[in-house]
């Protein structure tokens, strides 16, 4: 069946780069998905990428998609307190919404000062 | 745009009760869905509605289900609650494209 994997925890320094992996398994996803969410908080859209695309860049945020190894990452730039949350990856499986998002299980990034 | 909004934001009920929630969608959106979040299982894909039929349903037992009405609201119910379904209830909505924008969720505890 499907699944998403991502590792369960990040810690990167204040101003560094973090570079969020994420593995998935369907073939025929159509969007892949980075969601936030902090504390106490719903799910906020990041950014997504439509898997005929390698890359999108949306200003602090990088998507890269190699579909070849079922791999997406997002690489935030000069990472902030703010960035501090979880973020979650997520495929739309058998190329229909209305199948439901699958997601990973969020990886915590931490902000070292 | 108003975002997604649900109600209520937190919900507290004993075992054996039944709950229903509730979701509006973002203004236009027709396609309504709705996951459960919890710390073991993460989030997990309940139902999906669209003009006011449900096109998906994920792996949950009949306890648990939902509805839409012509305004693309929609209300989820949870019968014969269980110490198993505190969780965060996720409602997303979609212009009916496959991107979901999540409403800020409900927080049930069965106590």
């Known amino acids: 069946g499907e699944d998403v994997e991502q590792s369960l925890f990040l810690s990167v320094r204040e101003g560094d780069s973090s570079v969020i992996n994420c593995t998935y398994t369907d073939s025929s996803s159509t969007y892949l998905y980075w969601y936030k969410q902090e504390p106490g908080a719903g799910l906020q859209l990041l950014t997504y990428?439509?898997?005929?695309?390698d890359m999108k860049q949306d200003q602090r945020l990088t998507v890269l998609l190699n579909k070849k190894d079922k791999h997406l990452s997002l690489r935030i730039a000069d990472t902030q307190t703010g960035d501090s949350a979880i973020y979650f990856c997520a495929e739309t499986p058998r190329g229909g919404g209305a199948d439901g998002l699958t997601f990973g299980k969020g990886t915590h990034l931490i902000i070292q000062p | 745009k108003a975002g997604v909004t649900q109600t209520p934001r937190y919900l507290i009920k004993t075992r054996g009760q039944q709950v229903t929630l509730s979701c509006s969608p973002i203004s236009g959106h027709r396609s309504v869905s709705w996951y459960q979040q919890t710390p073991g299982q993460g989030l997990q894909f309940l139902f999906e509605?669209?003009?006011?039929?449900?096109?998906n349903k994920g792996n949950f037992p009949g306890r648990f289900s939902g509805r839409q009405f012509s305004n693309s609201r929609s209300e989820m119910n949870v019968s014969t609650l269980e110490l198993g379904d505190s969780a965060l209830y996720l409602c997303?909505?979609?212009?009916?494209?496959?991107?979901?924008?999540f409403g800020p969720g409900t927080r049930l505890t069965v106590l």
């Open positions: 509605y669209f003009s006011e039929t449900q096109r």
């Open positions: 997303a909505s979609s212009p009916g494209t496959d991107t979901q924008y």
């Open positions: 990428i439509f898997s005929n695309m």
